[in-house]
């Protein structure tokens, strides 16, 4: 394991001294920046809050306006299933995170505020009749409803994620008893069995919904799961955390591929398929990313170790030098992507500035793919993040999809500059602040920064009901 660990360092540690600017991006004043002036311009315009507000757009044109069925703009012309007449739950979950995360990050009131809006309309107007979210709502017919097979395990987790991080700021009891509520449900409609195999969509609506599909098992974990198993309240918190952990074995053992260390997404695995699997760098990075986190929660440190060399395998395996970029990854005839994914870019960064925690030799990889991220993927004119670019780093538009749409709509973007910043904390070595809005006073241990292990040095009040928190000594493990 040792001499697999010196040879996956070594092929990303080719690298000259970093220049000045590329160190640049390595600090918190650059991800601040960021946050202020590429990302939350584009989605604080009156077009992008909804109305009522927090009932926000399925999707807007990339200069930010709402999309005019009269003129459309091309880059939401071209998909016929994007309606301006239909919201999605994902929709509300993700971009309420996004306001979140913006008050995490600036004390701001009003991105709490906003944040909140999305996460009633999920709580509070979307719950069906079976303890969960309904998918989709109708403006015209004003009414949320699910419509016909559609519906599965991984809309229904991500409905979560807003609610998640909210009751991560402030612990509201009120609020985490509607998540325990439709965890319940998810448990009760999808979960097939005690080894833990979940259905993707309700069970009972076809075999077919009985399917191996590994977001039935990631995005469980990445929604809701880690982050809140080990703050949840007692006496929940042992149920949440065996069922994390749960989670996290099935995903690895029913998904991976052991000699690339790529996830399939199907589950050919388990189905005895032969051939290239269907797999891609995002999910695989993403996957590992978890199962690093999950293992640190069961105290399972050679899940940790296997995930953590896994996780630097798929690494080496995307990161083009002569660019300075990640990629996608390779399509079955073995020919890589045309593309670079935003939300695949952001998992990767992700990962190494994880990674770079303990290994800090890596920085010097993280501030070039930074750089390549800064450079490309904002959209310096409109503000936020395109959705793709191609391997020459120009954005993919007419043939793409919108910087706003049901399956973007802010998060990845966000958890970016989220886990940029609190990782360029520990890299700078300068305490990292955080804002809250606590409702309970908590364990000194109860209070992280997102993902992240750190020494709490303080924790004062701002203003009403609002709190902020300084710490150091961020690790992962």
Known sequence: MIEIRIFLWVCLLAFAPLSAAAQSTLTQARWIQHLKEDLIPFWTTPDALGDPVGLYPSMRCNDGSAFDEQSPCPEIASIKWMTPDQKFIIVLSRQAYAYLVMFHMTGDRKYLELGKAGVDFILKDARDELGGTYE?????????????GRFNI???SYALLAPAFYYYLTRDLAVFAEIEE???SILSL????DAGHYAWKRKGESEKA??????????QLNTFYTLLAPIAPQPLRAAWLAETDGISRNLRDFFLQEETQLFHLSGAKQRGEKGRPKA???????????LIMN???ANDQLRIEASREGGMKVLNSSFNRKAGAWSNGFRKTGKPYKRRDSWIFAEQNQLIASLALTEPRLQGVLAKTYGYWLRTFVDKENGGIFDAVNLKGKPITKSGKPKHWAWKSGFHEFEHALVAYITSSQFEGKPLRLHYALVQELEEDELNPYFYRPRLDSLTDQAPGLQVATFNRITFP
């Open 210 to 219: 009985r399917r191996f599909a590994i977001m039935a098992y990631l995005d």
């Open 280 to 290: 891609d760098f995002g999910h695989a990075v993403k996957s590992h990313w978890f």
């Open 295 to 297: 293992g640190q929660l």
């Open 154 to 156: 991984q809309k229904q």
């Open 190 to 193: 999808h979960k097939l069995d």
């Open 136 to 148: 989709r709502y109708d403006i015209d017919a004003e009414l949320w409803w699910h419509e016909d």
């Open 182 to 184: 439709i965890r319940q």
